[in-house]
């Protein structure tokens, strides 16, 4: 299963909205009704953190503001309010199909 | 605290093996799959491969099929990537995790193929 997202890059307003989109080649709908599509958040020079899984599921200690939505191949990340903090990669990754697979994923830095 | 370490990265030649272990504590590893993912400098996430339970089921990347094997040890609460016939692409921080869809990583280790 091929993960594509988009935007690759995507310079934001701090206090501004951010979205980022996950698209994947087959529906990540599995057979037990589960759709397992994941967001991680990987800060320069640090190892990932997931911040959703099962496309809507916030991680413990993930701030509110970020949400995830989204079904069968087309998926969304959304920031309400950009912080400082939120700066670094963000991937989407499918759990659905083997070979799991990434997104190629978005650098999102500060204007 | 939940945590896992990896260890065992190297420089190493092309051709050559390598054995990484990842070591876990704060949680009962024998519940959870387990995960290998690697970043090769500059790059994204690649998934590497997963373990279940129990062992019985093991799934890898296309790439590195026949020449990777993961495996663990539920009694010593970790987990193995040997690596074999080594090639220059391998070059990359290989991450633990715990979970198919991971929720805990580790600090990586380094894994230099070169000559």
């Known amino acids: 299963v091929v993960m594509t997202q988009s935007p690759l890059s995507l310079p934001v307003t701090l206090g501004q909205p951010a979205s980022i989109s996950c698209r994947s080649s087959?529906?990540?709908?599995?057979?037990?009704?589960?759709?397992?599509l994941n967001w991680f958040h990987q800060r320069p020079g640090q190892s990932p953190r997931r911040l959703i899984y099962?496309?809507?599921n916030r991680d413990s200690g993930v701030p509110d503001r970020f949400s995830g939505s989204g079904s069968g191949t087309d998926f969304t990340l959304k920031i309400s309010r950009v912080e400082a903090e939120d700066v670094g990669v963000y991937y989407c990754?499918?759990?659905?199909?083997?070979?799991?697979?990434f997104g190629p994923g978005t650098k999102v830095d500060i204007k | 605290e939940v945590q896992v370490v990896e260890s065992g990265g190297d420089l190493v030649q092309p051709g050559g093996s390598l054995r990484l272990s990842c070591a876990a504590s704060g949680f009962i590893f024998s519940k959870y799959w387990m995960t290998w993912v690697r970043q090769a400098p500059g790059k994204g996430l690649e998934w590497v491969a997963n373990?279940?339970?129990?062992?019985?089921?093991?799934y890898y990347v296309d790439s590195v099929k026949g020449r990777f094997t993961i495996s663990r040890d539920n009694a010593k609460n970790s987990q193995y990537l040997q690596m074999n016939s080594l090639r220059a692409e391998d070059t990359a921080v290989y991450y633990c995790a715990r979970g198919a869809d991971p929720d805990v990583w580790g600090q990586g280790t380094t894994v230099t193929v070169s000559s």
């Open positions: 990754m499918q759990g659905t199909h083997w070979p799991l697979t």
């Open positions: 087959q529906s990540l709908l599995y057979s037990n009704g589960n759709t397992y």
């Open positions: 099962k496309v809507s």
């Open positions: 373990i279940k339970q129990d062992g019985s089921e093991k």
